[in-house]
């Protein structure tokens, strides 16, 4: 049942302009850059501040003001509560950003006319999408808002605010406090909500240890109508059996839904059959059996079609397809079948990308194709290496790959370790401290020390969860950055490495940029407008776009025919969905423009063989459980770019004026672009005031490592 019905309420009668800048922390930054080494960086922590401004945009205050400007434009204004239908949904359709529009809109209506009713279902509602989107502090925040206004209805909005709440706890590990949101859904939602609350405390109370209860419970459900939703029950109670001790009778009833028929979604429920029996013979002590399982499993989620599964959410089971590739990695490395284990994690990053697009954008096949590990050997030449990480629970894989062999290290850390420890670095960073370097060396030993990398190899890194917010050229071996050693970029997976590296590595000399889009005078960046004419310098014939000429129609035709595409601007990715992510471009027809990660997938831009981000924080969006940044990192290679260069946290003028104009300098030569930036981060490493890894470290070289622009000669 949709939620759009469980929650219907009929109303009364029938009938990015983006949020704000989130960047004022990065104007303040390229302002006084000049003088940040010699400065005191505030105590704040600044990832802190960097994480608030990318959630600027959903606060209550700025949610209200988007939600009137959508409303002005709207050629057909409908009720508060037809907002709030559309809001669901699209929520049950995975379009969480329109979504949240749909529900701002109900938001500005109530708040305009003071409906307090209107507003405890609007902000019910943004509960509901932010849970599904996995924003939880901000899903809980707007649930207890919820719960403060006086509704019409009271069981509309009780039950779900609650549930949402313990939705939120359950993802977090906190059953117990789980068990009691969905006790108080219970005592106050409506008895045609109730089954999906219990499903949901169900699953928490076999979470929590209390399977007595769990089992009771689920004996007392009523069998469902929704073939999807009776699939979902039945995984439940086989859930059960294992949590009971009972690995033998939980495969058997694994097994027996694995031959389930449920209608076009049967080979979804199929593969989590299979995971399911996976799981039981490894509980059994049979890893080959396991394995075996777990494979099938891995080869059924290849052929379900990526869409938003709002059941589970609404079960309180968030079944997380990257769960199924790694209990398949951590199984065949159990087994001892590294490139099989390499492979399964391969296939879960193109996977990734499906998962994140959902069907709503078209990608070419080589998106998300994989290739083997004998293909990646006939690519690399003997001087590199391919290094892939894939982190787990409880270790860290990596698989080092050069043409004569392949190299398996497990690093006994775990992923909430490694996560606490990036943090702690990247704060460090950011707020321009000493111990920036001791802890690079501290993560060099741990990450890098343990690969025995030759001193000159050239590395493409392919990292995984909390790695894709290291810049591992900063990181330290034996007292100096693994740049000062390496030439060193960024893929999304090794077979995108190797498409890019096998599609022709030479390109003319064609260069469009684009400098300090003039949107308002907050939104100035007078130091990109000068980067952008001097590296027009080093290629003759270069078009450049600035100030008001810098828009996003003069960028959909300069891509068409520029090989080199170089973005001064303001960039914000977008945590909620990171199809939404965006590149602020000058003002258009009086109104704010912005090209969107879901955009850039529609572009044609396989002439366009370099794409540079100068933008701060551009190669932030949000990281899929256990695989890549989704934004516009998989946008710009899946829309056919070769190469990506995009920030991390944000830039500084100076510090970024000296890296592009060293960059493209050496491109100008004919140097190839992974040589050349590690020459640009080498020149800023090396000016006075600007060795700290805050000024020269913070870009990333993402794709096609050997690319070099003009002829041979």
Request: charged share 20%.
């Amino acid at each position: 049942m949709a939620l759009s019905t469980l929650f219907a309420r009929p109303s009364p009668a029938k009938r990015r302009w983006a949020a704000p800048s989130l960047l004022a922390l990065a104007l303040s930054l390229a302002a006084s850059a000049p003088a940040l080494a010699q400065t005191p960086v505030p105590a704040a922590s600044l990832t802190q501040k960097a994480q608030e401004r990318l959630a600027d945009s959903d606060t209550l205050l700025t949610l209200t003001r988007e939600g009137a400007l959508l409303y002005s434009r709207d050629a057909v204004k409908m009720s508060g509560y037809e907002y709030c239908s559309q809001a669901l949904a699209l929520a049950e359709a995975g379009e969480f950003r329109r979504s949240v529009r749909a529900a701002s809109k109900a938001l500005y209506l109530a708040e305009t006319t003071n409906n307090p009713d209107l507003l405890a279902l609007a902000k019910r509602d943004l509960a509901i999408v932010y849970s599904y989107a996995g924003q939880l502090d901000r899903a809980e925040d707007f649930a207890r808002q919820a719960l403060t206004h006086e509704a019409n209805d009271p069981k509309v909005v009780v039950g779900p605010a609650y549930k949402v709440i313990g939705d939120v706890q359950a993802r977090r590990g906190q059953y117990v406090r789980a068990i009691e949101s969905y006790e108080q859904a219970l005592a106050g939602g409506s008895e045609r909500y109730a089954p999906l609350i219990n499903a949901s405390l169900a699953n928490a109370l076999i979470e929590a240890g209390e399977t007595a209860r769990a089992r009771s419970l689920l004996a007392s459900l009523p069998q469902p109508e929704d073939a999807a939703l009776a699939a979902q029950l039945a995984r439940s109670r086989a859930r059960l059996l294992l949590a009971e001790n009972q690995p033998r009778e939980a495969r058997d009833l694994y097994r027996l839904l694995a031959d389930r028929s449920v209608g076009s979604d049967t080979a979804y429920h199929r593969l989590w059959a299979w995971d399911g029996v996976a799981r039981s013979e490894r509980a059994m002590g049979n890893t080959a059996a396991a394995a075996q399982a777990a494979m099938r499993a891995v080869v059924l989620v290849d052929s379900v079609r990526a869409r938003f599964r709002s059941e589970e959410f609404r079960m309180g089971l968030f079944s997380d397809l990257q769960r199924v590739f790694e209990n398949a990695v951590e199984l065949q490395t159990e087994l001892g079948d590294a490139p099989q284990a390499m492979q399964v994690s391969e296939r879960s990053r193109s996977r990734a990308l499906l998962d994140a697009v959902r069907g709503r954008a078209d990608l070419s096949a080589n998106a998300t194709e994989t290739v083997n590990i004998g293909a990646i050997q006939q690519t690399l030449k003997d001087d590199e290496r391919l290094v892939q990480f894939h982190s787990l629970p409880d270790r860290l894989l990596v698989w080092v790959v050069g043409a004569g062999g392949v190299q398996t290290h497990s690093i006994p850390i775990t992923r909430s370790d490694l996560t606490r420890r990036i943090e702690a670095w990247r704060n460090a960073v950011i707020n321009l401290q000493p111990s920036a370097v001791t802890d690079a060396d501290a993560l060099g030993a741990t990450l890098i020390a343990p690969l025995n990398l030759a001193a000159g190899q050239r590395l493409v890194i392919v990292p995984h969860g909390p790695l894709h917010y290291l810049p591992f050229q900063a990181l330290r071996v034996n007292g100096s950055y693994l740049i000062e050693q390496h030439p060193v970029s960024v893929a999304p997976s090794a077979s995108i490495a190797v498409r890019l590296a096998r599609a022709g590595n030479r390109v003319d000399a064609e260069l469009a940029a684009f400098g300090n889009p003039r949107i308002g005078d907050k939104y100035e960046l007078p130091g990109a407008e000068a980067e952008v004419k001097r590296l027009a310098r080093l290629f003759p014939g270069s078009q450049i776009y600035l100030g008001a000429a810098a828009t996003k129609t003069q960028f959909a035709q300069a891509v068409a025919k520029s090989t080199l595409v170089h973005v001064a601007a303001h960039a914000e990715a977008d945590q909620v969905d990171p199809l939404y992510s965006r590149i602020l471009l000058a003002n258009e027809d009086g109104r704010q423009n912005f090209l969107e990660a879901r955009e850039i997938l529609g572009l044609q831009l396989s002439g366009t063989a370099l794409v540079t981000l100068s933008a701060c924080e551009s190669g932030l969006g949000r990281i899929g459980d256990g695989d890549e940044v989704l934004g516009f990192t998989r946008s710009f290679l899946a829309a056919g770019t070769k190469v990506l260069i995009a920030s991390l946290w944000p830039v500084a003028d100076e510090a970024t004026s000296i890296l592009m104009t060293a960059l493209y300098g050496e491109l100008a030569k004919g140097r190839d672009v992974q040589q050349a930036m590690q020459a640009g981060q080498l020149a800023v490493l090396r000016a006075p005031g600007l060795a700290h890894p805050l000024f020269w470290a913070p870009f990333n070289l993402i794709g096609d490592w050997r690319l070099k622009v003009g002829s041979p000669a």
